[in-house]
């Protein structure tokens, strides 16, 4: 039998309670690590109901900038490892975080079917990291399609929000890093009403793509977005 997926639902208040807290906490970090954080874009979660959000995963950082801009009616997916991490997997499960046991597929197909009728029955927006692992390449992997099977299933917007590299800071086999500066860019949503499942696979495309481009944009390389394309 496959192991259970632990699934707390953002819209209970005291994980609303402490996402509020760990938001206020994680963001002072930035002070004492030298990051300095340039957001555009925050309009584009001004959505009407639920939507899928969409990022690239790089390192631990990501946490610092994910609380710049994560909104209040939101949660995030993580693998389900994470609960195992002492602290900090009792901080993010208090946080409202979803942990889908990714080596079981029919347990992870069991949490994303519930997790599409709680967005839709309380009105949350959900945070995925596509790329499935952390990535500190200065590039994108492959995207997992489980995100876009969501989307299209609850028939919700996918909203990408894309961090600039890294890697001119932060050296993730000494897990050292220097000050920096990240930019952070929230992108328009992408509709996904009328499509259905045979559309998840260009939907995934288009995302990566997009994504890809703003990445090697905020990173100073333009010139290897145009190689991608």
């Known amino acids: 039998m496959a192991d259970p997926v632990t699934f707390l639902p953002c ?3 005291t994980a609303l309670f402490f996402c509020r807290i760990i938001k206020t906490v994680v963001k002072t970090f930035k002070y004492f690590f030298g990051l300095r954080f340039e957001v555009k874009g925050l309009e ?3 959505v009407e109901g639920p939507a899928i959000i969409v990022s690239n995963h790089q390192s631990i950082l990501d946490m610092m900038g994910l609380m710049e801009v994560l909104p209040d009616d939101c949660v995030q ?3 389900k490892e994470l609960m195992y991490t002492g602290s900090v997997g009792l901080i993010i499960y208090l946080g409202g975080v979803i942990f889908i046991n990714r080596k079981s597929t029919t347990s992870a197909k ?3 079917a519930e997790v599409a009728k709680t967005m839709t029955t309380e009105n949350v927006k959900v945070w995925v990291y596509p790329e499935g692992t952390r990535n500190c390449t200065g590039d994108l992997l492959p995207f997992k399609k489980g995100a876009f099977h969501l989307a299209v299933q609850a028939q ?3 909203i990408p929000v894309v961090y600039s590299s890294f890697t001119t800071f932060y050296n ?3 897990n050292l890093f220097t000050s ?3 930019k952070v860019e929230v992108l328009p949503p992408i509709e996904t009403k009328g499509l259905t499942s045979d559309d998840v696979s260009d939907l995934t495309d288009r995302c990566f793509r997009t994504m890809r481009e ?3 944009r905020l990173s100073g390389r333009p010139s290897e977005a145009k190689d991608s394309s």
Do not use: A, H, R, W
């Open 11 to 13: 819209c209970s208040l």
């Open 44 to 46: 584009n979660f001004k």
């Open 77 to 79: 997916v993580g693998k």
């Open 110 to 112: 069991m949490v994303m």
């Open 156 to 158: 919700v917007p996918v």
């Open 172 to 174: 993730p086999k000494k």
């Open 180 to 182: 920096g500066k990240i």
């Open 214 to 216: 703003t990445l090697f």
